[in-house]
Each structure stands twice: as structure tokens, then as C-alpha cells.
């Protein structure tokens, strides 16, 4: 078995086991819900308990808020954020600034194209870019943390630079 392959397993075995730990319910990792609006028992929905907001969890919150902002596109192979998409960081701040109990999750994003492992970090260099900016724009360190994703969580699953270009992102979660 080669070296990659042996990792992805074992990092799958250490997903699987420190989500027990955590107290997540069905044994699921974060990666394995779907977004907040697209399913029943999610924040806005009746049957929604905060005890099932695996993102809040992870991270030690109590719940994910049910606040939507734009997600930050990026180039190609790239972490630098735009000047046509900072207006959306800008905005993010601005409710931060306003609701100072609130903190941050920021996730990285990205197309297919490239290894996992490349993949995982250019997610995270792109999250780590957008809460470089926000720090930048006055929000605390301590309010923002990141995730990536790589290529795991697309919005969309076709092959076309459309489609490719628009998980080329960040997302912005809320929580307390």
C-alpha cells in the first residue's frame, strides 16, 4: 500500500474515533452534514436541537447562526484575495463589529483539480487569507478561527471552469 493511501486511512481512523469524543451524534464528521438550509434538523428548521450543530461542536460554540454572507471567490491556484471581493470580507466585519459576542468559523475551499493533500492546504491558506483580512479590518484574532475543506465540500460537482471557479472559495460561518 503506498504512503498516501496509508494516510488517508489513518487520518480517516482518527476522524472516526475523535468524533465519539466529542459526543456527536450518529458518528459523523463535520464534512458529512450538509448545509444549514438544505436539510431538517438545522438551525430555522422545528426540529433543530442545538446539541446537533457539529460545526458549533467542533469548535467549542454553541450553536451556528443562521446569518448568510457571500463567499469569497478566488483565482486559480491562488490565496489572494481580489479587490472585487473584498467588499464581501468588509461585510462580514461590519457584523462583527456590531454583534461583539459573535465569533467566526472561516472555511477554505477548492476546486478538483490538484492532489488532496495540495488541496487541503490551499484551503487553508485561503481561509487563513480571509481572516488575515479581517484582522486587517479591526476583528480580534481570538474571534476567528479556519477550516479547510480542499475539494471535499463543492457547491457544485461539474467539470466546467463555471463550476470549478465557484468552489474556488471562503465561507463564512457564524457562531456563539
Given at each position: 500500500?503506498?504512503?498516501?493511501?496509508?494516510?488517508?486511512?489513518?487520518?480517516?481512523?482518527v476522524?472516526?474515533l475523535?468524533s465519539?469524543?466529542?459526543?456527536?451524534?450518529?458518528?459523523?464528521?463535520v464534512?458529512?452534514?450538509?448545509?444549514?438550509?438544505?436539510?431538517a434538523?438545522?438551525?430555522?428548521?422545528?426540529?433543530?436541537?442545538?446539541?446537533?450543530?457539529?460545526?458549533a461542536?467542533?469548535?467549542?460554540?454553541t450553536?451556528?447562526?443562521?446569518?448568510?454572507f457571500?463567499?469569497?471567490?478566488f483565482?486559480?491556484?491562488?490565496?489572494?484575495?481580489?479587490?472585487?471581493?473584498?467588499?464581501?470580507?468588509?461585510?462580514?466585519?461590519?457584523?462583527?463589529?456590531?454583534?461583539?459576542?459573535?465569533?467566526a468559523?472561516i472555511?477554505?475551499?477548492?476546486?478538483?483539480?490538484?492532489?488532496?493533500e495540495?488541496?487541503?492546504?490551499?484551503g487553508?491558506?485561503?481561509?487563513?487569507?480571509?481572516?488575515?483580512?479581517?484582522?486587517?479590518?479591526?476583528?480580534e484574532p481570538?474571534?476567528?478561527?479556519?477550516?479547510?475543506y480542499?475539494?471535499?465540500?463543492?457547491?457544485h460537482?461539474?467539470?466546467?471552469?463555471?463550476e470549478?471557479?465557484?468552489?474556488?472559495?471562503?465561507?463564512?460561518?457564524?457562531?456563539?
Amino acid at each position: 500500500m503506498d504512503k498516501k493511501r496509508c494516510l488517508v486511512i489513518a487520518l480517516t481512523v482518527v476522524v472516526a474515533l475523535g468524533s465519539f469524543g466529542c459526543g456527536w451524534r450518529r458518528g459523523k464528521d463535520v464534512d458529512d452534514f450538509p448545509p444549514a438550509h438544505l436539510d431538517a434538523g438545522w438551525p430555522g428548521s422545528a426540529d433543530f436541537r442545538f446539541d446537533d450543530d457539529p460545526l458549533a461542536q467542533r469548535f467549542g460554540y454553541t450553536q451556528t447562526l443562521d446569518v448568510h454572507f457571500e463567499n469569497v471567490l478566488f483565482g486559480f491556484d491562488s490565496s489572494q484575495i481580489a479587490s472585487g471581493e473584498q467588499s464581501k470580507i468588509e461585510d462580514v466585519a461590519n457584523y462583527m463589529r456590531r454583534n461583539p459576542n459573535v465569533k467566526a468559523i472561516i472555511e477554505g475551499h477548492t476546486c478538483d483539480i490538484g492532489s488532496r493533500e495540495y488541496n487541503m492546504a490551499l484551503g487553508e491558506r485561503r481561509a487563513l487569507a480571509a481572516r488575515a483580512y479581517l484582522v486587517q479590518l479591526g476583528i480580534e484574532p481570538a474571534r476567528i478561527q479556519t477550516l479547510s475543506y480542499g475539494e471535499e465540500n463543492p457547491l457544485h460537482f461539474g467539470t466546467s471552469e463555471a463550476e470549478r471557479r465557484l468552489n474556488r472559495r471562503a465561507a463564512f460561518n457564524m457562531v456563539q
